[in-house]
């Protein structure tokens, strides 16, 4: 199946060399025109000129972009260009309301749509051991399934549209839960003195071991917060499961706590940052706030 991948970030840019060593690959595109020169260039791949000379020239379009806007904005942009047999594969996270409306505009010409938003980090997305959650029609996530494995080992199909999106939300949440038990127990620990990449050895090999301690632990002790996954990124997913939790009536006080933090560490520039960030208000001679107190 040709593919085009439209969005070339961190996370852009690597599944794009993934699906390039499958042999997927067959154009790419960016707002950024430079970014998206030089990659094709990379990748011996065709740089198209627009949203729908991409969607002309392949059988499926991929978008890794950053915001609901940004997605309705590239659909539209996409849709001149996209026939009956097209398939429109959205990797972003939005919210399912707008995964819902991006079908919708995207059905209208005929094509088929999935919502795939992933999560692993940019090592997911540079090792192509993604995981991601799909919604949208099980025949859609079937002929789809090829080129997800490209970026992915763990795909699953989570229901119709917005489905992939309202699973990414649980993610988020649980992210930030891990972030901020992660981080306060890695900051008492360094307030009792004891030896940090000792402690993360031996955490990491117990029943309080997870992904996040292993991989962001050793660096965050460090002071060294290269992303991973940026904070304001992570602070836009989380306003958009706020927003679902309000719609449900449901308490979410991790998630009102972690927004706080964040909106805090945005004000003091930290916003293109990883989230282990958090670790800033935490640990000793940090700032302080409720989370830290």
């Known amino acids: ?42 990748l011996a791949v065709p740089c198209a000129e627009s949203p729908a000379r ?20 590239v659909i539209q942009r996409l849709l001149p260009g996209l026939r009956p047999t097209s398939l429109v594969i959205d990797l972003s996270t939005v919210s399912p309301e707008t995964a819902r409306q991006a079908a919708s505009l995207v059905a209208e010409r005929g ?9 692993g980090g940019v090592e997911g997305a540079e090792n192509g051991t993604l995981a991601i959650m799909v919604g949208g029609e099980v025949s859609t996530f079937h002929r789809a399934r090829p080129v997800l494995a490209a970026i992915g080992n763990r795909i699953v199909h989570m229901g119709p549209s917005g489905a992939g999106q309202a699973a990414k939300a649980v993610n988020q949440i649980m992210a930030a839960g891990i972030n901020q038990a992660v981080t306060e127990a890695l900051a008492f620990g360094a307030h009792l003195g004891l030896p940090m990449d000792r402690l993360i050895e031996v955490v990491a090999g117990g029943a309080a071991g997870n992904w996040f301690l292993e991989k962001r632990g050793p660096t965050l002790v460090r002071g060294s917060f290269q992303p991973g996954f940026k904070l304001a990124l992570h602070y836009k997913d989380l306003r958009i499961c706020k927003a679902q939790a309000e719609q449900l009536g449901i308490a979410t006080p991790v998630l009102d706590l972690t927004l706080r933090d964040y909106a ?13 960030a958090l670790y800033r208000l935490k640990r000793p001679g940090g700032a302080t706030t409720g989370s830290a107190s």
């Not at 852009?12 to 997927?24: D, E, I, T, V």
């Not at 020239?57 to 309705?72: F, G, H, P, S, Y």
């Not at 094509?111 to 999560?119: G, I, K, M, R, S």
């Open 1 to 42: 199946m040709k593919t085009g991948l439209i969005g070339l970030g961190a996370m852009g840019a690597r599944m794009a060399r993934n699906l390039a060593k499958h042999r997927l690959l067959a154009a790419v595109w960016n707002r950024t025109e430079g970014v998206a020169r030089n990659l094709a260039e990379q």
């Open 54 to 73: 991409l969607a002309e020239a392949v059988d499926a379009v991929l978008l890794c972009v950053a915001a609901d806007r940004d997605v309705l904005e």
């Open 111 to 119: 094509a088929e749509f999935l919502d795939a938003p992933v999560t």
């Open 264 to 276: 805090q560490l945005l004000e003091q520039g930290y916003g293109t940052e990883d989230i282990s």
